[in-house]
Nanobody
């Protein structure tokens, strides 16, 4: 199993980013997928989930209305669109095969600062 995230970066408050996660080593379409994040000095926080066919999405309160999770099973790729970013969204973002992030990739850093 391999999960590789990309798309992070430094963005100003109010800005947007799209994170990607390419999966390999398992049948991607068989699994729900998750995004979790870890802010500096804090524990892992669940951000969003999507069912295996992409028809159902779930968000933490902090992400509702600003983030969108989606997937392309043909490309074995998971995405997270981040809009209206806030400084408190600064974190390492991980895609994962479980909501507690136990099976996750190396992450991509998102920094929100003016």
């Amino acid at each position: 199993v391999q999960l590789v995230e990309s798309g992070g970066g430094l963005v100003q408050p109010g800005g947007s980013l799209t994170l990607s996660c390419v999966a390999s080593g398992f049948t991607f379409s068989d699994y729900w997928m998750y995004w979790v994040r870890q802010a500096p000095g804090k524990g892992l926080e669940w951000v969003s989930s999507i069912n295996n066919y992409g028809g159902s999405q779930y968000y933490a309160d902090s992400a509702k209305g600003r983030f969108t999770i989606y997937r392309d099973n043909a490309k074995s790729t998971l995405y997270l669109q981040l809009n209206s970013l806030k400084p408190e969204d600064t974190a390492m973002y991980f895609c994962a095969m479980n909501s507690d992030g136990a099976s996750r990739g190396p992450g991509t850093q998102v920094a929100v600062s003016s």
